[in-house]
């Protein structure tokens, strides 16, 4: 199969590096200048160096991808999404392996929901220096799926499979949107305040204060995502509250949220989680003033970092 | 005239070393092991370094005095009212020269509104070092008065002389609360954001996200205080708000909040300006969501830092 990966971050670089490492025929589309030669893989899922491709530019690609997977942040997709147009021919399919809400929409309104796919990602990774990444943590595997149910299950278990025999444990089920939902659910619930407040997620689950601010957080997302109609796992949200603070807080308790070293770069996916609530609500007449004041918040503190004013 | 002035910090600090140069008898009353035999002043009203007299027991005061002024943080003045019960005698008044509401409600109703004075104290001051403090700025007169009309207008009028005399510029006006409700208003707006995102008044009136919610903030406790019937200088939200961004904010554009110093020390005043916001609030049956919001992500900094659990 021939891939592109568009963002070769921390997890696009990772897709990058072990396709290629399967013997995959795969490009990486990065930024203007940040070409890179190798990539050099530690952690968990074990230590290696290969070379890669890149391109930054589209037309530099020899063929029409097979997979095209969009791994840029979220604030990116849609300049991602554009970029790709003229590579993307008809037997091409999208995979989008991020984070947060928006981001399958986006694709789907423009290349069709029959064509693309959601990946929920939930291995860690970062980038410990330029063509470099570390695996840090793998929650569950990677689950892939066609939210429209328009993909051919056979197509997807397959594609499962390749990820899966090229080091990334992948594999599909139809449900895929509940899997990507709650880990949307998760991220809006602890990445703000972490961010905010330099917190860990412990420290966020035992005190009363950001333990009150999560729960009316948790209760605004199972209200709008209801009158959406987006389904979850949960009957409820005092359901999903139990397994959050019971049994998903626990293990992760000294874990720092990411948004909270990008709050201090400036640019955070605040508006992918959030600010995707407080958006969905008010297009379903529905007030969400604590997503709304968390989103606000972040955006503020997002610009005071990235003007350097303070 | 005998002072006793309780808590020698920024505020109290200068108002026992004022007081002691113009050769009034004058105590403070200090926490346990924190006494000091003399203050020295620098500043915008001159420098001097002044012998002064602090005991860290009440039973140390050797007369009962004319007028005992309350200088402490207003999360200390409960305990402040219990420590000078015991010395407060017949012709004894007390004054409130502190922050935020709730302080000259407190003292009102255990002493009676006859024998509390309130103080809307508007000079800055800071504590360079143990003993020694810094008049920073000063936007105003100090004004006192009694906000239940109950105290003769020449004693408050004397009183001020006396203070002016002592060199901390004082006027009497009847409408001490407006003044003192004004100064809530400006701090509830300002001093929570400025402590939890690290910016100082200009960014914060100058960025879109914090211009909003202080925007909230501000029609919230215009809400509350018209249910709650406190009269302000203003006719409406959107004429203070005028006022704020275009008169008050432009001269204080480089200002941090003292706040922000509290916060990272783990204690701030938030219970007596959105926290009490809030809370009158329920009193009255008005939703305050932003600053309940605000109060709880200050509280839970001001534990997070407390606590070291960082």
Redesign the interface.
């Known amino acids: 199969m021939r891939f592109l990966v568009v963002g070769v971050g921390a997890i696009g670089g990772a897709y990058l590096a072990f396709l290629s490492k399967a013997g995959h025929e795969a490009f990486g589309l990065v930024k203007k200048g940040r070409k890179l030669d190798r990539i050099r893989v530690s952690g968990i899922w074990g230590e290696f160096e290969i070379p890669v491709r890149t391109i930054d530019d589209v037309n530099g690609l020899p063929w029409k991808p097979d997979l095209i997977i969009i791994s840029v942040k979220s604030y990116d997709t849609e300049k991602a999404l554009e970029q790709v147009k003229p590579v993307v021919g008809e037997n091409t399919f999208l995979m989008n392996a991020q984070n947060g809400y928006g981001n399958y929409e986006k694709s789907a309104e423009l290349f069709g929901e029959d064509r693309v796919i959601l990946a929920r990602v939930i291995f860690g990774s970062r980038v410990v220096s330029a063509g470099e990444i570390e695996i840090t943590v793998c929650a569950d595997d990677v689950v892939i799926g066609n939210p429209a149910g328009l993909i051919d299950e056979n197509f997807l278990k397959n594609l499962a499979e390749v990820f899966t025999k090229s080091g990334i444990p992948t594999r599909y089920d139809r449900e895929v949107y509940k899997y990507l939902w709650d880990k949307i659910i998760y991220n809006c619930a602890l990445n703000p ?1 972490g961010a ?4 860990n997620y412990g ?1 966020l689950a035992q ?1 009363p ?2 333990r ?2 999560m729960d ?1 957080i948790i209760d605004e997302v199972f209200e709008v995502a209801e009158k959406a109609g987006i389904e979850s796992f949960w009957k409820s949200s005092e359901e999903y509250k139990k397994v959050f603070y019971e049994r998903l807080i626990p293990p992760t308790s000294a874990h720092y949220p990411s948004m909270l070293a990008d709050i201090k770069k400036g640019k955070t996916e605040i508006d992918a989680l959030n600010g995707a609530i407080w958006k969905l609500g008010r297009k379903h007449g529905i007030d969400t ?2 997503n709304e ?2 989103t ?2 972040v ?3 997002e ?2 970092n990235r003007t350097g ?2």
């Open positions: 305040l905010l407040l330099e917190a420290m005190n204060h950001t009150e601010i009316r003033p604590t004041l968390i606000k918040l955006k503020a503190k610009e005071f004013l303070k």
